[in-house]
Nanobody
Framework: QVHLVESGGGLVQPGGSLRLSCAAS????????MGWYRRAPGKQRELVAI??????NYADPVKGRFTISRDNAKNTVYLQMNSLKPEDTAVYYC?????????????WGQGTQVTVSS
């Protein structure tokens, strides 16, 4: 059993910053990649950023403002969000591609709300 637990969402004013965290726990043999997605009201879920052994990738709307990082010792991924805009308002979901019990599967966190508003 693998679990992803997110934290760090909340309400912030435009131009502000937030840092999201996602910790993976359970029977983990290998974490192949970790990333963040978001779903804004009335829109489909979209990729925000991803990190793996090959590096990082960001969606165009967040390039230069968001930074994804990973602490392998803690099985944790972070998303530092700076210069937040109202259009960043969404539920943010952690995703991890994990090998557990000889099976490689995607896992999802429960989601954390980020609201950017004055």
């Amino acid at each position: 059993q693998v679990h992803l637990v997110e934290s760090g969402g909340g309400l912030v004013q435009p131009g502000g910053s937030l840092r999201l965290s996602c910790a993976a726990s359970g029977s983990i043999a290998r974490i192949n990649s970790m990333g963040w997605y978001r779903r804004a009201p009335g829109k489909q879920r979209e990729l925000v950023a991803i990190i793996n052994n090959g590096g990082t990738n960001y969606a165009d709307p967040v390039k230069g403002r968001f930074t994804i990082s990973r602490d392998n010792a803690k099985n944790t991924v972070y998303l530092q969000m700076n210069s937040l805009k109202p259009e960043d308002t969404a539920v943010y979901y952690c995703n991890a591609d994990i090998t557990s019990n000889y099976r490689r599967l995607p896992y999802w966190g429960q989601g954390t709300q980020v609201t950017v508003s004055s």
